[in-house]
């Protein structure tokens, strides 16, 4: 019998450990599947909810089918076993149905006008794609716990605990998805670890099947206590009803409890299901909540969401084992149930004091020591302001286990039907949250709003009238009026004040679905920000963003169609329908939150500078019937539409930001040349005040390897603020020639001129001196780039390596400007000169010198800052003989 014992204890410590792994393998599943499927779909909230509803559905449903069915398994290891096995089948089946959806997705695309029936049919596509594995993993814990639970006193603190471990190993994959495996092996490769890890518990589980330590579940009703609720589950009030009963010889007492009527149970029932969707509602919905918050004071990496989803995986995890040992107790389940929702409803109430406290009245959370440094920083204030409401709501799902004791048949069953109801809630946490009260509440409303419903909820569960029932009642309302009428989050910020702007002031917020979009005021005029800092243009910088569009448009002048990706302020799109450029009939343009564009027609079309007249930034962009909006993912839509474009306006994005690193992929770069015409090309700019020379050299290399030509361009010669343009052409491509007459223009704008008079300099531009810009051939300098790998979609090494990077050495960021950019322009130069450029031979040879000239001007800029008046001096008249084309004192 010992013998017998030992051997089932191991098998339940081997089911642990294959609930962990299961729990690890899952989250790996999932981080890459949202993902990928964002790649497909577009990385809008709507198309991720979408997805995300689509694995939520496949996991209630499995939980409520499998639990079900394995109430009469004979052998639930075995039937646990071949869940495995289907969830690594199904998982490689994915990629074979991704690949047909690759295929026919821009088909159905093109086809559908209608916003909502697109979104409709992304969800069947999500469904089809990621239900069947979702629904055998919703099966696993059921099926599981119906092996390991033996016996109904075990139920509670068993499943309790075995949720803590499936969470922890939830957690476990989630850290190492988010911040290594991408890194080091590639998405695919990582899913391919995770199908490994199925296929190992699987394994295992067939191995442990064929032991003798399989005892079954002793189901009540075979010794005869089946719908008994022992006297530690019960009320006062039933525990009361019952002695009254007694004493007046409607029942006789026994020495156990007697059988509780069917109104008592069901009652009891309905609670234990409330809270458990209550439970999946409030920590999803929490959840989006607390990314939204943090979003506002982080830069936004994907190791920022890492960080949290990791802080609440862990929180869970170890309020589930709280539970574990809550459920050993002799205290009231519903009372220990009530503490545990007050104590929970009160750290959200908080969580916004806390928060403004941290982040000193939300001020962006800054490091100047390493990643790692950085990283830990983010872990310790994320884990204050969240886990104490992760960690304490984190043990109402599982200590329900210890009330469903009390009606339990099957642990399976009981536990799939529990699931389920947590997993709907959590379903509409999220897409209640994201889609309905942050537009209509705002973060904080919000957040008071669920802990208010806690509070509720914590009132409506049946106590007795004794001391302390009465008193965690009493508690429950008190914290309610607090929160309610002391706690007033309505007057806390929603976006943070970047210190470095001078005087700046909220216009107005918008609290979307994807982010908050704010309109600010300062000494550069009115800006559009998403989340606090990440800056969409301004008008002070008015004159750079129309640039954005005229040079690629004064390269070539017969440009008759535009795709710009990104709008913002709206100004670089609107530029291209300039009266001046005669050619252009089309401009359509992207952008993925909509609230972007509302900000920019009701603040950029209408702008008061000085002492002139109002006028349009936008050039008319929201109402020239040449142009059209979309409120799309930019990358979304080349892949998927029919349509061809002269130009391709790639707008500038910060690679460091979550979901940024995909826009500089290879499968982008594709489809964006697959939407050219014949002659057009593709536009990339760069900021490279917001990149290190690793990240540059990484997408040049990546677009080197798309294009047959890639060029580059300056934006400016700004020591410190330099931005430039990647330009991909395709085969046979020669920038076309241009008969204009340039030089009395040019001889006038530097006469009487001096060094001096750098800052000042009226040079003029036009599709003859534009080649001032142009900073060489990058596709004939290519041997530059060897050492550096290419950004994929599989291997996405700008989104995991940009935020590491420029934090590597705990220094001042070394960002690729002035004097590096201006070598390796050099060496370009060196390799391939501008008058030996496959690319300019249509360029008469003294506009071929341009190059050099603007070469030139940026030296002396850079001497310039520096203070070095001889060297400036000398940089000054070699740009003034290239520039003229003849030898000036």
């Known amino acids: 019998?010992?013998?017998?014992?030992?051997?089932?204890?191991?098998?339940?410590?081997?089911?642990?450990?294959?609930?962990?792994?299961?729990?690890?393998?899952?989250?790996?599943?999932?981080?890459?599947?949202?993902?990928?499927?964002?790649?497909?779909?577009?990385?809008?909230?709507?198309?991720?909810?979408?997805?995300?509803?689509?694995?939520?559905?496949?996991?209630?449903?499995?939980?409520?089918?499998?639990?079900?069915?394995?109430?009469?398994?004979?052998?639930?290891?075995?039937?646990?076993?071949?869940?495995?096995?289907?969830?690594?089948?199904?998982?490689?089946?994915?990629?074979?149905?991704?690949?047909?959806?690759?295929?026919?997705?821009?088909?159905?695309?093109?086809?559908?006008?209608?916003?909502?029936?697109?979104?409709?049919?992304?969800?069947?596509?999500?469904?089809?794609?990621?239900?069947?594995?979702?629904?055998?993993?919703?099966?696993?814990?059921?099926?599981?716990?119906?092996?390991?639970?033996?016996?109904?006193?075990?139920?509670?603190?068993?499943?309790?605990?075995?949720?803590?471990?499936?969470?922890?190993?939830?957690?476990?994959?989630?850290?190492?998805?988010?911040?290594?495996?991408?890194?080091?092996?590639?998405?695919?490769?990582?899913?391919?670890?995770?199908?490994?890890?199925?296929?190992?518990?699987?394994a295992i589980a067939f191995r442990l099947s064929r032991g003798a330590d399989a005892t079954p579940f002793q189901d009540g009703e075979k010794d005869g206590t089946s719908n008994e609720i022992d006297e530690v589950q019960m009320t006062r009030q039933e525990r009361r009803k019952l002695e009254r009963d007694a004493k007046r010889g409607k029942i006789s007492k026994q020495k156990n409890p007697p059988t509780v009527s069917e109104s008592v149970i069901t009652a009891g029932r309905s609670v234990i299901l409330f809270l458990c969707f209550l439970s999946g509602f409030g920590v999803l919905a929490l959840e989006v909540l607390w990314t939204r918050l943090f979003s506002q004071v982080l830069e936004n990496s994907v190791y920022t969401f890492a960080t949290i989803l990791v802080i609440v995986l862990v929180c869970l995890a170890l309020g589930a084992m709280i539970s574990s040992q809550l459920a050993k107790w002799s205290a009231p389940p519903f009372l220990v149930l009530t503490v545990l929702i007050l104590a929970g409803a009160g750290a959200v109430a908080i969580t916004p004091t806390v928060f403004m406290s941290l982040t000193d009245g939300m001020k962006i959370v800054v490091s100047t020591g390493s990643w790692f440094s950085y990283i830990l920083l983010i872990f310790k204030t994320a884990t204050l302001t969240i886990a104490p409401s992760a960690l304490l709501l984190g043990t109402i799902f599982p200590y329900l286990m210890k009330l469903e004791e009390g009606h339990l048949k099957s642990p399976g069953l009981s536990l799939g039907k529990l699931a389920t109801v947590n997993t709907i809630g959590a379903i509409g946490g999220a897409l209640l949250c994201g889609f309905v009260l942050l537009d209509w509440l705002g973060i904080w409303r919000s957040m008071q709003l669920i802990a208010v419903i806690y509070l509720i909820a914590s009132l409506l569960i049946p106590l007795g009238w004794d001391s302390k029932s009465m008193g965690a009642k009493a508690a429950?309302?008190?914290?309610?009026?607090?929160?309610?009428?002391?706690?007033?989050?309505?007057?806390?910020?929603?976006?943070?004040?970047?210190?470095?702007?001078?005087?700046?002031?909220?216009?107005?917020?918008?609290?979307?679905?994807?982010?908050?979009?704010?309109?600010?005021?300062?000494?550069?005029?009115?800006?559009?920000?998403?989340?606090?800092?990440?800056?969409?243009?301004?008008?002070?910088?008015?004159?750079?963003?129309k640039f954005q569009a005229d040079l690629p448009l004064m390269i070539y002048p017969e440009t008759e169609s535009l795709f710009f990706l990104g709008v913002g302020t709206g100004i670089t799109a609107g530029s291209a329908l300039d009266p001046r450029h005669t050619n252009v009939k089309s401009v359509v343009a992207c952008e993925l939150v909509p609230e972007v564009i509302t900000a920019a027609k009701k603040y950029m079309t209408d702008v008061q500078i000085g002492d002139y007249p109002p006028f349009d930034m936008t050039t008319g962009l929201f109402e020239d019937p040449r142009a059209t909006i979309l409120v799309e993912d930019g990358r979304h839509h080349l892949m998927a539409t029919d349509e061809k474009f002269d130009i391709i306006n790639s707008d500038l994005f910060v690679p460091f930001r979550s979901g940024a690193g995909s826009l500089y992929t290879r499968e982008h770069f594709e489809s964006a040349k697959k939407r050219l015409t014949p002659d057009g090309v593709f536009v990339q700019w760069?900021?490279?005040?917001?990149?290190?020379?690793?990240?540059?050299?990484?997408?040049?290399?990546?677009?080197?390897?798309?294009?047959?030509?890639v060029s580059m361009w300056r934006h400016n010669f700004q020591p410190g603020s330099e931005v430039v343009a990647l330009v991909g052409h395709q085969a046979g491509q020669v920038l076309p020639a241009s008969d204009i007459d340039s030089s009395a223009d040019k001889l006038y704008a530097v006469s009487g001129k001096s060094y001096l008079d750098l800052q000042r300099l009226n040079l003029p531009l036009d599709p003859q001196t534009i080649m001032l810009f142009y900073a060489g051939n990058l596709t004939e300098a290519r041997s530059l780039f060897d050492s550096y790998p290419e950004n994929t979609d599989d291997r996405p090494v700008i989104e995991y390596m940009a935020p590491r990077t420029y934090r590597s050495k705990g220094e001042a960021t070394p960002w690729f400007t002035g004097e590096p950019f201006y070598d390796m322009v050099d060496k370009v130069y060196a390799l391939c000169p501008p008058d030996g450029d496959p690319l300019l031979v249509n360029r008469i040879a003294a506009n071929r010198r341009l190059p050099l000239a603007g070469h030139a001007f940026h030296r002396a800029r850079i001497e310039e800052v520096k203070g070095d008046a001889e060297a400036t001096i000398k940089a000054w008249q070699e740009f003034v003989t290239e520039w003229t084309d003849s030898p000036r004192p």
């Open 1 to 202: 019998m010992d013998n017998q014992s030992t051997k089932a204890k191991h098998g339940i410590g081997v089911a642990l450990g294959l609930v962990f792994l299961s729990g690890f393998a899952a989250l790996i599943y999932q981080v890459l599947w949202m993902k990928q499927m964002g790649l497909l779909f577009g990385n809008t909230s709507h198309a991720a909810s979408a997805t995300l509803a689509s694995f939520f559905a496949g996991l209630a449903t499995g939980s409520w089918v499998l639990g079900k069915r394995v109430s009469t398994s004979k052998n639930p290891m075995r039937t646990y076993a071949w869940l495995e096995v289907a969830i690594a089948i199904t998982a490689l089946l994915y990629f074979v149905i991704l690949a047909l959806y690759h295929a026919v997705y821009p088909a159905i695309y093109q086809s559908v006008e209608s916003a909502g029936l697109m979104l409709l049919i992304k969800f069947g596509l999500s469904l089809l794609l990621i239900f069947p594995p979702a629904f055998c993993m919703g099966g696993t814990i059921p099926v599981i716990g119906q092996y390991m639970i033996r016996e109904p006193k075990a139920f509670g603190n068993t499943s309790a605990l075995m949720y803590g471990v499936n969470t922890l190993g939830a957690a476990t994959g989630a850290a190492l998805a988010g911040f290594y495996l991408p890194l080091w092996l590639g998405f695919n490769a990582t899913c391919a670890l995770a199908i490994l890890v199925s296929v190992g518990i699987a």
């Open 476 to 545: 429950c309302f008190v914290v309610l009026l607090l929160t309610l009428l002391v706690l007033d989050p309505g007057k806390m910020p929603i976006i943070s004040i970047d210190p470095l702007v001078r005087e700046e002031k909220v216009i107005e917020t918008w609290e979307g679905s994807d982010c908050t979009v704010a309109v600010t005021d300062s000494e550069v005029g009115l800006s559009i920000k998403i989340n606090s800092h990440y800056s969409l243009g301004s008008t002070g910088a008015y004159m750079q963003e």
């Open 686 to 709: 760069l900021p490279l005040y917001q990149l290190t020379e690793n990240e540059f050299s990484i997408i040049a290399k990546t677009m080197i390897g798309t294009f047959e030509q």
